[in-house]
């Protein structure tokens, strides 16, 4: 079955680590993102990628880190730059990077301590 | 900056009745709308999107009404069913326009009485 595949489920971390999250997709699709989801807010969007190679901020990009060297896999770094760090972290994906609509996985927990 | 927003945050209704959910958008440039569902723990699933060229667009149980007028969309969800118990996010962006522009209301819970 094609999906997203966001590994681990749940993470746990000591402040001043960096951690990477895992994210792979089996959709072909060409875009992916990164979104961070707190209690009570919308999703709000790290980085994204149109194309292998290349990527774009977005609203909250401060203390984190992507790379997309393959098209399947765009995994996101956080750093200890990032204040607050412990959210629900989603990865999604679409066909393209215009009107088609999103396809996420099923999350990363990040627990920073 | 502009924001989409939701009537109400919480939303109870009895198993086979109608669910409404509502949502507000301020951005007049958005002309492209998607409604997602998430279930506890997981990721969104899209439901049904529509383009503001249109004001009805029906799916399986699922209908999203676009007023421009009012700035106003809704997602009607038929013979509410357990299964339905979910948070319902609205979602806007100008359409053409870059996938980073997307910008996701607060959601609102539902939650389907047996």
């Known amino acids: 079955d094609g999906g997203i595949t966001q590994s681990p489920k749940y993470l746990f971390r000591k402040e001043g680590q960096n951690v990477t999250l895992s994210c792979e997709q089996n959709?072909?699709?060409?875009?992916m993102y990164w979104y961070r989801q707190d209690p009570g807010q919308g999703l709000r969007l790290i980085y994204y990628?149109?194309?292998?190679?290349?990527?774009q901020k977005g609203d909250i990009a401060e203390g984190y880190s992507v790379s997309r060297e393959k098209k399947e896999s765009f995994p996101l770094t956080v750093t200890s730059a990032q204040k607050n760090p412990t959210a629900f972290y989603l990865c999604?994906?679409?066909?393209?990077?215009?009107?088609?609509?999103?396809?996420f996985g099923n999350g990363t927990r990040l627990t920073v301590t | 900056g502009e924001s989409v927003g939701l009537h109400l945050p919480t939303l109870s209704v009895q198993e086979g009745d109608n669910s409404i959910i509502n949502c507000a958008y301020s951005?007049?440039?958005?002309?492209?709308f998607i409604w997602y569902k998430q279930e506890s723990g997981k990721g969104p699933q899209f439901i049904i999107d529509?383009?503001?060229?249109?004001d009805k667009r029906q799916g399986q149980r699922v209908t999203v009404l676009l007023n421009k007028t009012v700035k106003h969309l809704s997602l009607q969800i038929a013979a509410t069913q357990p299964g339905d118990s979910a948070v319902y996010f609205c979602?806007?962006?100008?359409?053409?326009?870059?996938?980073?522009?997307?910008?996701f209301g607060k959601g609102t819970k539902l939650s389907v009485k047996p």
């Open positions: 990628s149109q194309i292998v190679n290349d990527f």
């Open positions: 529509i383009r503001s060229n249109m």
């Open positions: 979602a806007e962006k100008d359409y053409g326009g870059s996938q980073g522009n997307l910008i």
């Open positions: 951005n007049s440039a958005s002309d492209y």
């Open positions: 999604a994906s679409s066909i393209e990077t215009r009107n088609s609509p999103l396809h």
């Open positions: 959709l072909n699709h060409d875009a």
